[in-house]
């Protein structure tokens, strides 16, 4: 693979028209957004699942409909609204995923609490619903993704609903398929910005059912989560809880389970309130509203800069590429950097490097843009608005826009300016002006001062061919 000295422009959805006038703007800037204020957790919604009745007998579990139960009543004498399932297909997960997410819309806490089997495949969970026709150990691949709910299709329906903190909890017998050899236990997923992600046990083991013949009829984690959450204090991080549910579960089971957490939590999340209320769920947001990302207390001028500063480490990342750097950025994506996840989907769209594939592009940006990362919302929107990779659709085109333009992508909200204009719809002036305007002063395919150095780029332009 060689270096590419050439630059070549990369396809937009701006008009020519648009892109014009973003180099003449002169409109005055508007104020960065004022920071939101504090705000309690009024608003707590738990959905909680036990699937133990599956088809297959070499399937059935023993305790989870009795860890369902338990944890739904200790949620409820915490004050959260509760929705209790047991033994459902997957299609009914999948409805009542939806169903909740429509009921917690705007909540401040939202939590979901899943026992039964599950199963990892290439970097992704899935929950089985008992409809599951096969032996769990005979389970392949084409079986898991046709039996199954994504987590990632949860982390997705939730952010949507654009609940501040989301709490996703997973207490399941599983395997692990991957396309090697198998092994045991679901994958560590990296949590969209706030939220949570824990496990009952750590990878590569399994969770205990129950404790035994003479032992409580619960899995030891929904025992000690039952346990610790009646007793924890109002104020304690919801981190704290789970470090110590780690503690329980570890010695209970002489270390043969040690359950593991991830979190892009910000500010202090308590399950009672949103201490400093400092968790968005929309990067961004206007004040007061809810927003995901980073905290409205950098100002949404850092955090343009942040985006632009992202956006030309993919733009240069994938125009300069060798072998090591093409190695390096597929390991920081498998690990979920997501500015490695979109510079591979911009190598794949391009066909620079490699045999154009716009079905590839568009499946490394959605995992980027599944966790809410703006650069990769605005190449899916632009590939769906003309129908590259993925089926043409305006609509799906304009809510990626939106969604990125409100975290502080320019480029974003540009390209939401065009698509209005091709759809048909108003502009309102002063909206032209304000996006024009900042565009102009800081272009989003140009680097800005104090950016930091693009990893591995530099010993890369300075082999023979490269160009600074």
Same mark, same amino acid.
């Given at each position: 693979?060689?270096?590419?000295?050439?630059?070549?422009?990369?396809?937009? $959805?701006?008009?020519?028209?648009?892109?014009?006038?973003?180099?003449?703007?002169?409109?005055?800037?508007?104020?960065?957004?004022?920071?939101?204020?504090?705000?309690?957790?009024?608003r707590?919604?738990?959905?909680?699942i036990?699937?133990?009745?599956?088809? /297959? =007998?070499?399937?059935?579990?023993?305790?989870?409909?009795? %860890?369902?139960?338990?944890?739904?009543?200790?949620?409820?004498?915490?004050?959260?609204? /509760?929705?209790?399932?047991?033994?459902?297909?997957?299609?009914?997960?999948?409805a009542?995923?939806?169903?909740f997410?429509?009921?917690?819309?705007?909540?401040?806490?939202?939590?979901?609490?899943?026992?039964?089997h599950?199963?990892?495949?290439d970097?992704?969970?899935?929950?089985?619903?008992?409809?599951?026709?096969?032996?769990?150990?005979? !389970?392949?691949? *084409?079986?898991?993704?046709?039996?199954?709910?994504s987590?990632r299709?949860?982390?997705?329906?939730?952010r949507?609903?654009?609940? *501040?903190a989301?709490?996703?909890?997973l207490?399941?017998?599983?395997t692990?398929?991957t396309?090697?050899?198998?092994?045991? &236990?679901?994958?560590?997923?990296?949590?969209?910005?706030?939220? $949570?992600?824990a496990?009952?046990?750590?990878?590569?083991?399994?969770?205990? %059912?129950?404790?035994?013949?003479?032992?409580?009829?619960?899995?030891?984690?929904?025992?000690?989560?039952?346990? &610790? $959450?009646?007793?924890?204090?109002?104020?304690?991080?919801?981190?704290?809880?789970?470090?110590?549910?780690?503690? #329980?579960?570890?010695?209970?089971?002489?270390?043969?389970?040690v359950?593991?957490?991830?979190?892009?939590? !910000?500010?202090t999340?308590?399950?009672?309130?949103?201490?400093?209320?400092?968790?968005?769920?929309?990067?961004?947001?206007?004040?007061?509203?809810?927003?995901?990302?980073?905290? =409205?207390?950098?100002?949404? #001028?850092?955090?343009?800069?942040?985006?632009?500063? +992202?956006?030309?480490?993919?733009?240069?990342?994938?125009?300069?590429?060798?072998?090591?750097?093409?190695?390096?950025?597929t390991a920081?994506?498998?690990a979920?950097?997501? /500015?490695?996840?979109?510079?591979?989907?911009?190598?794949?769209?391009?066909?620079?490097?490699?045999?154009?594939?716009?079905?590839?592009?568009?499946?490394?940006?959605?995992?980027?843009?599944?966790?809410?990362?703006?650069?990769?919302?605005?190449?899916?929107?632009?590939?769906?608005?003309? &129908?590259?990779?993925?089926?043409k659709?305006?609509?799906?085109?304009?809510?990626?826009?939106?969604?990125?333009?409100?975290?502080?992508?320019?480029?974003?909200? $540009? #390209?939401?300016?065009?698509?209005?204009? *091709?759809?048909?719809? @108003?502009?309102?002036?002063?909206? +032209?002006?304000?996006?024009?305007?900042?565009?102009?002063?800081? @272009?989003?395919?140009?680097?800005q001062? &104090?950016?930091?150095?693009?990893?591995?780029?530099? #010993?890369?332009? *300075?082999?023979?061919?490269?160009?600074?």
């Amino acid at each position: 693979m060689h270096v590419q000295p050439s630059f070549t422009t990369r396809r937009r $959805l701006l008009s020519g028209a648009l892109a014009a006038a973003v180099a003449t703007a002169l409109i005055p800037g508007v104020a960065a957004a004022a920071d939101p204020a504090p705000v309690p957790a009024a608003r707590r919604y738990a959905l909680v699942i036990g699937n133990a009745r599956y088809a /297959v =007998p070499a399937n059935v579990l023993a305790n989870p409909v009795n %860890d369902a139960r338990l944890i739904a009543d200790t949620l409820r004498k915490r004050g959260f609204d /509760v929705t209790l399932l047991t033994d459902l297909t997957t299609a009914q997960m999948e409805a009542a995923v939806e169903e909740f997410a429509a009921r917690a819309k705007d909540a401040e806490l939202a939590m979901l609490y899943f026992a039964g089997h599950a199963v990892a495949l290439d970097d992704v969970n899935y929950l089985f619903g008992v409809e599951l026709p096969l032996p769990l150990a005979d !389970v392949r691949i *084409r079986s898991a993704q046709q039996n199954s709910l994504s987590m990632r299709r949860v982390s997705q329906a939730l952010r949507r609903a654009d609940i *501040r903190a989301r709490l996703l909890v997973l207490d399941a017998c599983r395997t692990n398929l991957t396309r090697g050899p198998a092994a045991a &236990g679901l994958v560590h997923t990296v949590p969209a910005g706030g939220e $949570l992600i824990a496990f009952s046990t750590q990878p590569g083991a399994t969770a205990e %059912d129950g404790f035994g013949r003479d032992g409580p009829r619960h899995s030891p984690y929904a025992f000690y989560f039952a346990q &610790g $959450l009646a007793a924890l204090p109002a104020s304690a991080p919801v981190e704290t809880f789970f470090k110590q549910l780690t503690g #329980d579960v570890q010695t209970a089971t002489a270390y043969r389970q040690v359950p593991h957490y991830a979190s892009s939590l !910000v500010g202090t999340i308590t399950f009672t309130s949103l201490a400093d209320g400092q968790t968005p769920a929309t990067p961004g947001g206007q004040p007061g509203q809810a927003g995901r990302g980073p905290s =409205p207390t950098l100002g949404r #001028d850092l955090i343009k800069d942040r985006m632009t500063a +992202w956006e030309y480490e993919i733009e240069r990342g994938a125009q300069y590429l060798d072998e090591p750097r093409l190695e390096s950025l597929t390991a920081r994506a498998r690990a979920g950097d997501v /500015v490695a996840m979109t510079t591979l989907g911009l190598i794949a769209e391009n066909g620079e490097h490699v045999e154009r594939n716009y079905k590839t592009a568009a499946l490394w940006y959605e995992r980027a843009a599944d966790q809410g990362f703006a650069p990769a919302q605005t190449y899916l929107g632009e590939l769906a608005g003309m &129908g590259r990779g993925v089926p043409k659709n305006y609509k799906v085109a304009e809510r990626l826009f939106r969604e990125a333009a409100q975290a502080g992508h320019r480029r974003a909200a $540009l #390209d939401l300016l065009d698509l209005k204009v *091709r759809m048909g719809e @108003p502009v309102d002036p002063r909206e +032209w002006s304000t996006v024009l305007q900042d565009a102009a002063r800081n @272009p989003p395919w140009l680097p800005q001062p &104090g950016m930091s150095p693009i990893q591995g780029l530099q #010993d890369l332009l *300075r082999a023979p061919g490269g160009q600074p």
